[in-house]
């Protein structure tokens, strides 16, 4: 069974940073893109960042430029999400995914929450 799992969300206040993780089990995805989205509580959802296979193409959305870069370790299964610099409306449930293709993924994490207060 695959499982994407997150961590490191948690409440940090405007002008800080956090870093998430996300951890996959049940197969490799050493040569799959894997991604972040968010979404706020009645947003839809939202594309943060993706990486390939190589971790040469690295793209984010146009909202977090600049501040967030995402990283990954094929030797770990680990995909990670370096956030900086943050603002109140980064505040959402972060999702990790897998196998993306555009904003559609075969596999999904649970989502950590992470709160920015002002």
């Known amino acids: 069974q695959v499982q994407l799992v997150e961590s490191g969300g948690g409440l940090v206040q405007a002008g800080g940073s956090l870093t998430l993780s996300c951890t996959a089990s049940?197969?490799?995805?050493?040569?799959?893109?894997l991604g972040w989205f968010r979404q706020a509580p009645g947003k839809e959802r939202e594309f943060v960042a993706s990486?390939?296979?190589?971790?040469?193409?690295?793209n984010y959305g146009d909202n977090v430029k600049g501040r967030f870069t995402i990283s990954r370790d094929n030797a770990k299964n680990t995909v990670y999400l370096q956030m900086n610099s943050l603002k109140p409306e980064d505040t959402a449930v972060y999702y990790c995914?897998?196998?993306?293709?555009?904003?559609?993924?075969?596999?999904w994490g649970q989502g950590t929450q992470v709160t920015v207060s002002s």
């Open positions: 995914a897998a196998d993306l293709t555009g904003e559609s993924a075969n596999y």
């Open positions: 990486i390939s296979w190589t971790g040469y193409t690295r």
């Open positions: 049940g197969r490799t995805f050493s040569r799959s893109v």
